[in-house]
T-cell receptor, first 117, second 110 residues
Framework: GAVVSQHPSRVICKSGTSVKIECRSL??????MFWYRQFPKKSLMLMAT?????????EQGVEKDKFLINHASLTLSTLTVTSAHPEDSSFYIC?????????????FGPGTRLTVT | GQSLEQPSEVTAVEGAIVQINCTYQ??????LSWYQQHDGGAPTFLSY????GLEETGRFSSFLSRSDSYGYLLLQELQMKDSASYFC???????????FGTGTRLKVLA
């Protein structure tokens, strides 16, 4: 149980276009999901907390107008990178918070590698 | 702010024991988790400490000392497949979000 999927796994887009990344909890409901980005050989940096039915909470320094997050259902959160630029190229990873069995653990998706040309 | 520091790289041989340290400065600290990540993959959960002391899960153990703002991951009977990056992640009370440590790249040599 507690499987999280992401789609797409890889995407290449041209500078100036927008890209949407989906994060789904497959076998549990997640009222809270998190979005991270990770540069090569670096740590995961929390971008925002996505709450079902409400606005996302962004970490300091993350542009909310550039990284649009929508959490429309208990199993789906989307991250849209708007007007992408080469510096947005990164590995984007989501996680979903599961409250199964009274524990609160984050389950991570497999990640999406974004390359902006 | 919040920060969790780890050594950048550790090298050990198969069968050995290695300890990866994590020191943190986190206001409202609640607990410390450990994750393993292979290149190109997602982080996978290893262990969690909410209380001081040692938690043992098979070959992996994790330790936490709140008074020292310090924790470590202990890997025993190292195997080649343990070569990966290891991250500590702190959570704060009142929120479930993680702040990840700087990460440690473990190389296991034959």
């Amino acid at each position: 149980g507690a499987v999280v999927s992401q789609h797409p796994s890889r995407v290449i887009c041209k500078s100036g276009t927008s890209v949407k990344i989906e994060c789904r909890s497959l076998d549990f409901q997640a009222t809270t999901m998190f979005w991270y980005r990770q540069f090569p050989k670096k740590s995961l940096m929390l971008m925002a907390t996505s709450n079902e039915g409400s606005k996302a909470t962004y970490e300091q320094g993350v542009e909310k107008d550039k990284f649009l997050i929508n959490h429309a259902s208990l199993t789906l959160s989307t991250l849209t990178v708007t007007s992408a630029h080469p510096e947005d190229s990164s590995f984007y990873i989501c996680s979903a918070l599961s409250g199964l069995a009274g524990t609160y653990e984050q389950y991570f998706g497999p990640g999406t590698r974004l390359t902006v040309t | 702010g919040q920060s969790l520091e780890q050594p950048s790289e550790v090298t050990a041989v198969e069968g050995a024991i290695v300890q990866i340290n994590c020191t943190y400065q986190t206001s409202g600290f609640y607990g410390l988790s450990w994750y393993q990540q292979h290149d190109g993959g997602a982080p996978t959960f290893l262990s969690y400490n909410a209380l001081d002391g040692l938690e043992e899960t098979g070959r992996f153990s994790s330790f936490l000392s709140r008074s020292d703002s310090y924790g470590y991951l202990l890997l025993q009977e190292l195997q080649m497949k343990d070569s990966a990056s290891y991250f500590c992640a702190g959570t704060t009370s009142g929120t479930y979000k993680y702040i990840f440590g700087t990460g440690t790249r473990l190389k296991v040599l034959a």
